[in-house]
C-alpha cells in the first residue's frame, strides 16, 4: 500500500465565528486534529476578522457592560495541514461551507 504525500489547505474568513464553525465541523465529523488547524490574521495586527459577528458584538460576562469593540484589522487564515491527500476534498467543502474563500491547496 503506497501513502499519498499531505497537503496544507488555506481559506480566509471575514469572522472568527465562520473561522470557528470550519474547524469544529473538521475536528468533529472529519476527524482532523485539532493540532493540525492553524488559526492566524491575514495582516500585522491581532484581528477577530474583518466583519462583526456574533459574540464579536458584545463581549463580557452577563451583569458586565459589553466592551463591543472587537479587534477587526482584516480577515483570518485557517490552515490544515493533513498527513496525506485522502481529506482535501472534505476539508476545502467544510472550509467553503462556512464561508472560506481564496481556498488553496498546497
Known amino acids: 500500500m503506497t501513502t499519498s504525500a499531505g497537503a ?13 464553525l470550519a474547524i469544529e465541523q ?13 488559526v492566524t490574521p491575514v495582516g ?5 476578522g474583518s466583519e462583526e459577528d456574533c459574540a464579536d458584538a458584545e463581549s463580557g460576562p452577563p451583569g458586565v457592560d459589553p466592551a463591543g469593540d ?7 487564515d485557517v490552515s490544515v495541514d493533513l498527513a496525506d491527500e ?3 476534498a472534505a476539508v476545502r467543502a467544510a472550509l467553503q461551507e462556512h464561508g472560506g474563500e481564496d481556498i488553496a491547496t498546497e
Not at 472587537?70 to 483570518?76: D, E, S, T
Request: no cysteine; proline share 2%; hydrophobic share 40%.
Open 26 to 38: 473538521l475536528v468533529q465529523e472529519h476527524g482532523i486534529d485539532r493540532s493540525a488547524i492553524f
Open 44 to 48: 500585522d495586527d491581532n484581528s477577530a
Open 8 to 20: 496544507t489547505i488555506t481559506a480566509t474568513f471575514s469572522t472568527r465565528r465562520q473561522a470557528d
Open 70 to 76: 472587537p479587534a477587526l484589522a482584516g480577515g483570518l
Open 86 to 88: 485522502g481529506n482535501v
